[in-house]
């Protein structure tokens, strides 16, 4: 047997490996979208029953950089993580322990301080209207923190977590500091991380224009929303797609 092909049995008996592949996926294509904050910003993934066992990025490594095999797998009810060998950041373990934690349903949790989710997530109402399909999406599907308490450490972690606590609720909007999405899986969560990000530019570009927006009803962003819930198929096949252009350009995150 060659080396090269004894390397790749090797990877794709890692536990969880396919998982794996799909959050290297996300982390590489987010920082090519820049919504990413130098080596800051992580991304999780349940990967037992009641969420709390789950897949992270190491700590301080860039979006950019980060392979299938570097994900560290954490256990939210240990309190000795911070102190192991390949501990966690602080913060992350602070936020993404609590969610993981506290809510179940949150399989996958992404974390960004991206630009426009960053800009609403510091106005005097973070929340975002429905202007516009992308926005409708979000309709009664996003809460806003406005309590802001300093680096998400554990405590911040408790608190931020106890916002998710209603299913419907995919987005938090943490105020004057950035965006949290959940998901039932990588491609859900990455999906509607994309999404937000879009709509937020969407309006806040639309402030900038000074002009009246055009809101959306009650009754037809819910619609709009609830179709967009029952929509087959899309998030997979965005992340499939976005594997492909990977397996292309740079097959190394599958490593």
């Known amino acids: 047997m060659s080396i090269a092909r004894l390397q790749k049995e090797t990877l794709t008996n890692l536990p969880f490996y396919e998982e794996r592949v799909d959050l290297a ?3 590489r294509w987010t920082a090519r979208l820049n919504m990413h904050e130098a080596v800051a910003n992580h991304f999780s993934l349940a990967v037992n029953d009641d969420g709390t066992r ?13 392979k299938a095999s570097d994900l560290i797998e ?8 911070l102190s192991g060998p390949n501990a966690p950041d602080p913060t992350a373990w602070g936020l993404h322990g609590a969610v993981h934690r ?4 949150a399989r996958c949790v992404m974390h960004v301080h991206s630009i426009h989710a960053t800009v609403l997530a510091s106005l005097a109402d973070s929340t975002l209207p429905p202007i516009d399909q992308n926005s409708a999406m979000f309709f009664n599907r996003h809460v806003v923190d406005a309590h802001y308490g300093g ?23 943490m105020g004057n500091h950035g965006v949290l999405v959940i998901g039932d899986t990588v ?3 990455f999906n509607r991380m994309f999404y937000f ?6 309006y806040i570009k639309a402030l900038w224009t000074g002009r009246p927006l055009r809101t959306l009803s009650d009754a037809i962003a819910e619609k709009a929303a609830s ?4 929509y087959p198929g899309q998030a997979e096949r965005h992340l499939a797609e976005l594997k492909a252009i990977l397996d292309e350009q740079e097959p190394v995150y599958r490593n």
């Open 25 to 27: 996926c996300a982390f």
């Open 54 to 66: 789950f897949l992270m990025n190491p700590n301080q490594v860039h979006f950019s950089r980060i």
């Open 74 to 81: 954490i256990d939210a009810n240990d309190p000795e993580t």
């Open 102 to 105: 506290n809510v179940p349903h």
């Open 151 to 173: 680096l998400a450490f554990e405590e911040e972690g408790e608190r931020c977590s106890q916002l998710l606590a209603d299913p419907k609720v995919k987005v938090m909007v």
């Open 187 to 189: 491609a859900d969560a």
């Open 197 to 202: 990000e879009r709509a937020a530019e969407t």
């Open 227 to 230: 179709e967009m819930d029952n």
